[in-house]
């Protein structure tokens, strides 16, 4: 039950800090979701993991689709090489996943530090 509220508290947390700090308020979010929820240390990476990527994927998907993947296209070219906008998304989403999934690691090694 655990693993699916920090799903869910992760993309929402996601969404909220996204909407007034930069984008590494993700890792924010994970390290506040690490330390907060107790969970074994890769339950709590792969439960911020899953929620931030899900997140940054619809996200980026619905602003990209928005416009025809126009932009997508042309910084698919730049950063993958490839005019394939969906794997710009999916990388995206993967960046965002990775890095608050590491932040939720810190937040429950931490956790784990102060409570002994």
Do not use: E
Not at 47 to 65: P, Q
């Amino acid at each position: 039950m655990k693993f699916l509220v920090s799903i869910i508290i992760s993309a929402l947390l996601s969404y909220a800090l996204g909407l007034f700090l930069p984008w590494w308020s993700v890792m924010i979010v994970g390290l506040c979701i690490g330390f907060f929820i107790p969970q074994k240390r890769i339950m709590c990476f792969l439960s911020v993991f899953i929620g931030v990527a899900l997140f940054w994927g619809c996200f980026a998907f619905f602003i990209s689709n928005a416009n025809d993947h126009i932009l997508a296209k042309r910084v698919a070219v730049l950063v993958i090489k490839k005019s394939d906008p969906m794997l710009l998304v999916l990388t995206t989403a993967m960046i965002g996943g990775i890095s608050a999934g590491v932040a939720a690691f810190t937040g429950r090694s931490l956790a784990i530090l102060f409570k002994k």
